[in-house]
């Protein structure tokens, strides 16, 4: 019932930026953690940032210092901003969430479909 819906993804030059977005919605839930994933042609999907309710962050290393991860809990949205965008950046992101729902209010795991970034050299 719960659906992850990413937007902003699109085609940049290397040193560029983008701002990703991740906007939970369908009935009554509450999001816990939060993060981005990513797959390029070839390769496992990695993790590239997450946070917590708690607004505790982490980052991959190879994107630490040029991309920053925030949430609007009010928005159930969460973002993730990209900076110095680099050719290696291209691939698939994934929005992820840890969603509670009613009765039991057991945290799932829930995925967007997933938003392409290109990132031209």
């Known amino acids: 019932q719960v659906q992850l819906v990413e937007s902003g993804g699109g085609l940049v030059q290397a040193g560029g930026s983008l701002r990703l977005s991740c906007a939970a919605s369908g009935g009554l839930f509450s999001i816990n953690a939060m993060g981005w994933y990513r797959q390029a042609p070839g390769k496992q999907r990695e993790l590239v940032a997450t946070?917590?309710?708690?607004?505790?962050?982490n980052y991959a290393d190879s994107v630490k210092g040029r991309f920053t991860i925030s949430r609007d809990n009010y928005k159930n949205t969460v973002y993730l901003q990209m900076n110095s965008l680099k050719p290696e950046d291209t691939a698939v992101y994934y929005c992820?969430?840890?969603?509670?729902?009613?009765?039991?209010?057991?945290?799932?795991?829930?995925w967007g479909q997933g938003t392409q970034v290109t990132v031209s050299s």
């Open positions: 992820n969430a840890n969603i509670g729902k009613p009765p039991l209010w057991v945290g799932e795991s829930h």
């Open positions: 946070i917590t309710g708690g607004l505790r962050t």
